[in-house]
């Protein structure tokens, strides 16, 4: 590998197209260079997932260390990573207990700022945007912001429900646009415009992957192999999701409907839209096109229904309202997005260490339960940051005077090189991540 030269950043190109490879013994080489960490060293990736409306009080709890962590059955879909997790309890955001409704408690849930009422709009940057400033810089994409249900532009009890619909924000002022259409989010990850379009990613860059093949080692062009027709599985995918009618918002199943059309925003099947969000943000991270990206699984106050799971009856929010195993059910399918995640990141190897090692996922809600609890936040940290975080343990800051949520996220923020004497209600971080 000596005879051959790499530029600091090796992408693939194609016509219209520029995309990112995956960690490469071959290429020893990532897009940034520092001090700290080897110059052939992957970097550490940051990803939040949100689900609305908090989850089953009897069913989230962990207890013990390591593979022998007992998880309440919310948690259950993550079973296989209990060593790789941490399950923090008591964590809240002061902010957040003022006005006591969905609205007040999620607009600032990644910034613990406090929040205008009166249908203003004000609240803060969110930590991931602060790590899109500057540590999203290195790639192509600052950070990807992906969700599953449309945000609501009414106002509920004197907050804006923007605030129920949007955990990122890159200004006090202006909410992160959610990318709700797969194919767009899909785009903008490997074309050089983002926009409609018949040409196939993978099939634009075939050249150039053939002939950087030649020049790697057989580890190497089996490990390329396997992410291209990744890439190439959920191009397929999304193109046969198109055919059919789906992810693209409700669609009436008459000719003409024969009832009031429902609101914009929901997915005709949420599982499968779920899943290709994950897809994307795996993708995202394992050709390092981005390091940073939050995933709305739905809104606070939440009117997703679930009928590939029986239970049609009722919207999210108000399933919340109550411990039933319909509800059980549902919390399961969004800790699932969170287990099938973390299963594809910990199958990718990155010299010692895998993808997920190299990440930090984030699973969070701005609720407890639905019963409006913020006292204390849900909160599951999987992956170990390079190999920063000691995983496998329960947290317990219940009973400190300094829980703020903004310690953990100065910690996470550490972890990225981005270090602050302040961040929210916080002026230092959580020792123990």
């Given at each position: 590998?000596?005879?051959?030269?790499?530029?600091?950043?090796?992408?693939?190109?194609?016509?219209?197209?520029?995309?990112?490879?995956?960690?490469?013994?071959?290429?020893?080489?990532?897009?940034?260079?520092?001090?700290t960490r080897g110059?052939?060293?992957a970097?550490?990736?940051?990803?939040v997932?949100?689900?609305?409306?908090g989850?089953?009080s009897?069913?989230?709890?962990?207890?013990?260390s390591?593979?022998?962590?007992?998880?309440?059955?919310?948690?259950?879909?993550l079973?296989?990573?209990?060593?790789?997790?941490?399950?923090?309890?008591g964590?809240?955001?002061?902010?957040?207990?003022?006005?006591?409704?969905?609205s007040?408690?999620?607009?600032?849930?990644?910034?613990?700022?406090?929040?205008?009422?009166?249908?203003?709009?004000r609240s803060?940057?969110?930590?991931?945007?602060?790590?899109?400033?500057?540590?999203?810089?290195?790639?192509?994409?600052?950070?990807?912001?992906?969700?599953?249900?449309?945000?609501?532009?009414?106002?509920?009890?004197?907050?804006s429900?923007?605030?129920?619909?949007?955990?990122s924000?890159?200004?006090?002022t202006?909410?992160?646009?959610l990318?709700?259409?797969?194919?767009?989010?899909?785009d903008?990850?490997?074309?050089?415009e983002?926009?409609r379009?018949?040409?196939?990613v993978?099939?634009?860059?075939?050249?150039d992957?053939?002939?950087?093949?030649?020049?790697?080692?057989?580890?190497d062009?089996?490990?390329?192999?396997e992410?291209?027709?990744s890439?190439?599985?959920?191009?397929?995918?999304?193109?046969?999701?198109?055919?059919q009618?789906?992810?693209?918002?409700w669609?009436?199943?008459?000719?003409?409907p024969?009832?009031?059309?429902?609101?914009?925003?929901l997915p005709?099947?949420i599982?499968?839209?779920?899943?290709?969000?994950?897809?994307?943000?795996?993708l995202?991270?394992?050709?390092?096109t981005?390091?940073?990206?939050?995933?709305?699984?739905?809104?606070?106050?939440?009117?997703l229904?679930?009928?590939?799971?029986?239970?049609?009856?009722?919207?999210?929010?108000l399933?919340?309202?109550?411990?039933?195993?319909?509800?059980?059910k549902?919390?399961?399918l969004?800790?699932?997005?969170?287990?099938?995640?973390?299963?594809k990141?910990?199958?990718?190897q990155?010299?010692?260490?895998?993808?997920?090692?190299?990440?930090?996922?984030?699973?969070?809600s701005?609720?407890?339960?639905?019963?409006?609890?913020?006292?204390q936040?849900?909160?599951?940290l999987?992956?170990?940051?390079?190999?920063?975080?000691?995983?496998g343990?329960?947290?317990?800051?219940?009973?400190?005077?300094?829980?703020?949520?903004?310690?953990?996220f100065?910690?996470?923020?550490?972890k990225?090189?981005?270090?602050?004497?302040?961040?929210?209600?916080?002026?230092?971080?959580?020792?123990?991540?």
């Open positions: 590998m000596t005879n051959h030269q790499f530029p600091r950043r090796t992408m693939l190109h194609g016509l219209g197209v520029t995309m990112a490879l995956p960690w490469l013994e071959s290429i020893p080489v990532w897009g940034d260079q520092s001090a110059a052939s060293e970097p550490v990736r940051l990803a997932l949100f689900a609305g409306n989850f089953h009897k069913e989230w709890h962990a207890e013990g390591g593979r022998g962590m007992k998880l309440g059955q919310v948690l259950a879909p079973t296989d990573f209990r060593d790789k997790l941490l399950f923090i309890r964590l809240y955001n002061a902010e957040a207990l003022k006005g006591n409704i969905h007040s408690m999620t607009g600032n849930l990644l910034s613990g700022a406090p929040l205008a009422s009166g249908g203003e709009i803060g940057t969110s930590f991931d945007q602060v790590l899109a400033q500057s540590y999203g810089r290195s790639t192509k994409v600052s950070s990807l912001v992906l969700g599953c249900e449309r945000s609501n532009p009414a106002v509920h009890k004197n907050y429900m923007l605030y129920s619909s949007h955990i924000w890159t200004s006090p202006t909410p992160t646009p990318e709700l259409y797969p194919a767009l989010a899909f903008r990850l490997f074309k050089d983002v926009q379009g018949d040409q196939s993978l099939d634009a860059v075939l050249a992957a053939s002939d950087l093949r030649s020049k790697i080692s057989f580890t062009q089996r490990k390329l192999d992410y291209l027709d890439v190439r599985d959920v191009e397929q995918r999304i193109e046969r999701a198109g055919k009618g789906e992810l693209q918002g669609r009436p199943t008459l000719s003409k024969d009832v009031p059309r429902p609101p914009d925003g005709q099947n599982a499968d839209h779920m899943r290709l969000m994950c897809d994307i943000l795996v995202g991270f394992q050709t390092d981005t390091r940073i990206t939050t995933l709305k699984l739905n809104n606070d106050h939440s009117a229904r679930f009928p590939h799971l029986g239970v049609d009856y009722m919207i999210h929010h399933l919340s309202h109550a411990d039933t195993p319909d509800w059980l549902v919390n399961q969004f800790v699932e997005q969170l287990a099938y995640i973390a299963r990141l910990d199958a990718i990155e010299g010692e260490r895998t993808a997920l090692d190299n990440s930090m996922l984030l699973f969070c701005s609720m407890l339960t639905g019963s409006h609890d913020a006292t936040l849900p909160v599951v999987v992956g170990r940051g390079g190999g920063q975080i000691e995983t343990r329960v947290l317990n800051y219940r009973d400190q005077e300094q829980r703020q949520m903004c310690r953990l100065l910690s996470l923020m550490g990225m090189k981005v270090r602050l004497d302040r961040f929210g209600d916080a002026t230092q971080p959580l020792t123990e991540v």
